[in-house]
């Protein structure tokens, strides 16, 4: 069997890898929800003018 290295000092200061990966996963995830609730008011617009189009029953009849 080979031998492991120790890990480095868990007392320094700094940020490891996964601390970086999961402040960025949190920072991307707060910006995609901020542009859903920004867009949710248009989006409900866009869903209003497609029902009143017919939606999926409308077929081929609109471009």
Same mark, same amino acid.
């Given at each position: !069997?080979?031998?492991?290295?120790?890990? &480095?000092?868990? $007392?320094?200061?700094? !940020?490891?890898?996964?601390?970086?990966? !999961?402040?960025? &996963? &949190?920072?991307?995830g707060g910006l995609a929800l901020?542009?859903?609730?920004?867009?949710?008011?248009?989006?409900?617009?866009?869903?209003?003018?497609?029902? !009143?189009? $017919? $939606?999926?029953? &409308?077929?081929?009849?609109?471009?």
């Amino acid at each position: !069997m080979c031998e492991r290295t120790p890990d &480095a000092p868990r $007392g320094r200061g700094g !940020m490891t890898g996964q601390r970086v990966l !999961m402040a960025e &996963a &949190a920072l991307v995830g707060g910006l995609a929800l901020v542009l859903l609730l920004w867009e949710l008011p248009s989006l409900r617009r866009e869903a209003r003018i497609w029902r !009143m189009a $017919g $939606g999926f029953r &409308a077929g081929r009849r609109y471009p």
